[in-house]
């Protein structure tokens, strides 16, 4: 399951259960499973919702999810929509954080998510809409997300071409050699030689103190950037 509460069934799992376990995991259409125990945010809670095809093939689910199955004034589909979105997902990341260090969603917590109920038919149409318009943004979201990866990839190499005029080095010679045939000229020197300290910081994880030193950790850090 995609964090967006998409399928991805590349390479089902399977595995060996009795009748009974069978009989009480089984999925079927309009059951929406629901990731209830995760380390990240963005994938606690994510929901996904169960279509024909996956009860046709029989899949039952882990003690790592929550199955949800409406009653007959809520529409599958309006629930569905609702759990992706960040009405739901403020409230996941406030449950999580507060009562279980963003680690499990108990039933009763998932129980208690506040949403709006209007009529049947209204839930309907909203769905409808949403199941139109959503997959619009998905293919503008990844075409966005295609181009960043290409200006990504590119980024090392343009540096490179500006510091010594190519941006990689020849594969044909040997690692000692890979400075040679660079359009530049300039001395090339081991780091150590430039460098007066190279140092590493406290060790994590330290108590947090409100008047103590901002702490940079890998996170605070992006394209070279804090």
């Known amino acids: 399951m995609t964090a967006d509460g998409k399928w991805d069934l590349t390479e089902p799992a399977s595995r060996g259960l009795t009748d009974a376990e069978r009989r009480a995991t089984r999925l079927y259409a309009d059951d929406l499973l629901m990731t209830k125990s995760s380390g990240s945010a963005l994938h606690l809670g994510k929901t996904a919702l169960v279509t024909p095809a996956i009860e046709e093939m029989g899949c039952c689910f882990s003690n790592f999810m929550q199955r949800l199955r409406v009653s007959a004034g809520l529409n599958p589909r309006y629930l569905y929509w609702f759990l992706n979105s960040s009405l739901a997902r403020e409230q996941f990341n406030y449950y999580g954080t507060t009562s279980t260090g963003l680690a499990n969603l108990s039933a009763s917590l998932i129980g208690g998510l506040r949403l709006a109920i209007p009529g049947i038919d209204c ?24 181009i960043a990866e290409l200006v990504d990839a590119r980024r090392p190499a343009a540096i490179a071409e500006a510091l010594l005029g190519r941006s990689s080095r020849d594969p044909s010679l040997p690692m000692h050699e890979w400075a040679s045939g660079f359009a530049r000229s300039d001395a090339m020197l081991p780091l150590g030689l430039c460098v007066i300290r190279a140092t590493y910081g406290f060790t994590n994880p330290m108590p947090t103190e409100s008047d103590g030193p901002y702490m940079l950790t890998a996170n605070d850090i992006g394209d070279g950037r804090i």
Not at 128 to 143: G, H, K, N, T, Y
Request: glycine share 0%; proline share 4%; net charge neutral.
């Open 123 to 146: 839930q309907i149409a909203i769905a409808d809409r949403l199941d139109r318009s959503i997959p619009r943004l998905d293919e503008v979201a990844f075409e966005y997300r295609r």
